[in-house]
């Protein structure tokens, strides 16, 4: 804001075509004259001083936005850095953790592997079909012949 501010009374000042340079008195002093006056227009007219005063307020307030951007870029910066940091942080300490969790997984399934000896009979689908019709035929058997000890007893 100061910048545009300094920007706008450097260029009302010293860049309008109606200004020109007057020397007045020793205190630099901008004086305002107006049409008819010994000038032949209307302005503001600056002695050395207040010319040389106004470009180094200007050149002045140009170098503190400048090193005012350069802090804040600084600033910046350093938060952005301070931020990542902290990402890496805590990207690192969950590839940890998923790392120990991968270990231990594979550690489990070998020993898994290792130990468990599934039986050959009972692991295979036939089997069960075999069982099944086994205990089908046992039942069916066991019912025929309670069926025909009734049917003994209610005869005598």
Do not use: C
Not at 89 to 95: A, G, N, Q, S, W
């Amino acid at each position: 804001m100061h910048l545009k501010i300094g920007i706008i009374t450097f260029l009302t000042i010293i860049a309008i075509p109606s200004t020109a340079y007057a020397q007045d008195d020793a205190n630099g002093i901008a004086k305002y004259i107006k049409k008819g006056d010994l000038a032949p227009f209307s302005g503001m007219l600056l002695d050395d001083r207040a010319a040389i005063t106004n470009k180094v307020r200007f050149e002045t307030i140009e170098k503190l936005h400048a090193n005012e951007i350069e802090h804040t870029k600084a600033l910046l910066n350093a938060e952005h850095t301070a931020a990542l940091a902290v990402l890496q942080v805590k990207l690192d300490r969950e590839t940890q953790l998923h790392t120990l969790d991968i270990e231990f997984l594979e550690k489990e399934n070998k020993f898994l592997r290792d130990n468990y000896d599934p039986p050959g009979f009972w692991s295979s689908w036939k089997s069960g079909i075999i069982v099944g019709a086994s205990a089908t035929v046992i039942i069916l058997l066991a019912s025929s012949y309670s069926i025909e000890k009734l049917h003994m007893l209610s005869h005598q």
